[in-house]
């Protein structure tokens, strides 16, 4: 059964303490893996794309990468600002469909 | 511009009544969607509208009636719901739609629904 998992559930950092989250995937036929931020309340907001095991790609203190079973989103030094609720997306199978994670719940402290 | 707009922001209906919830792109997306996102869940997909047809209906309940006007706006006709779909509706746009690779989602903030 095709499945993402996302991994913490919630972890809360320092201001500037540097951290990963983690979306791994088992499915058939990865289209594509996709990063959201999602701040109480609100829609989804689109961070990444990536494509193919090896791409990187960077916004600001976000970093994201991806290899052939998971992705990693690497946060440097983050504020407080940046605390949301972080979901992963993979668009896989016959008919690209999306399936998302359960989301990672992170909380920066000044 | 990635946006997508929602109205209305927040509705509160009884089980009798009839409401709908809008969402507009202006972006020349092909591709709409419906979401419906429980508290700390992630969003379910409810319908997909691609070149302004129903591609997609996963088995939701009739109450909920999507309609595609053009390629810009799509609509949610709600009718006798309960207190369980009480939710955050998110609408959300895609260049290409089902079946296309490489085709990010765009999100609209979303309706928060709350059924008395």
């Known amino acids: 059964e095709d499945q993402v998992t996302q991994s913490p559930e919630a972890l809360r950092l320092q201001e500037g303490e540097s951290s990963s989250l983690n979306c791994s995937y088992t499915v058939s036929g990865l289209r594509g893996l996709f990063w959201y931020r999602q701040d109480p309340g609100k829609g989804p907001e689109f961070l990444f794309t990536?494509?193919?095991a090896g791409e990187e790609k960077e916004k600001e203190r976000l970093k994201a990468t991806l290899t052939k079973k998971e992705s990693f989103l690497h946060i440097t030094a983050p504020k407080p600002e940046d605390s949301a609720t972080y979901l992963c997306?993979?668009?896989?199978?016959?008919?690209?469909?999306?399936?998302f994670g359960s989301g990672t719940k992170l909380n920066v402290k000044p | 511009d990635t946006e997508v707009t929602q109205t209305p922001k927040h509705l509160v209906m009884g089980m009798t009544n009839k409401k709908s919830l809008k969402c507009e792109q202006h972006m020349g997306h092909r591709a709409m969607y419906w979401y419906k996102q429980k508290a700390k869940k992630p969003p379910e997909l409810m319908f997909v509208y691609s070149y302004e047809k129903l591609s997609i209906n996963e088995s939701v309940p009739s109450r909920f009636s999507p309609e595609c006007p053009n390629s810009s706006l799509l609509n949610l006709h709600l009718h006798a719901l309960q207190p369980e779909d009480s939710a955050l509706y998110l609408c959300?746009?895609?260049?290409?739609?089902?079946?296309?690779?490489?085709?990010?989602?765009?999100f609209g903030p979303g309706t928060r629904l709350t059924v008395l």
């Open positions: 959300a746009s895609s260049q290409r739609g089902p079946g296309a690779v490489r085709d990010t989602q765009y």
């Open positions: 990536l494509y193919s």
């Open positions: 997306a993979v668009q896989a199978g016959d008919f690209n469909k999306f399936y």
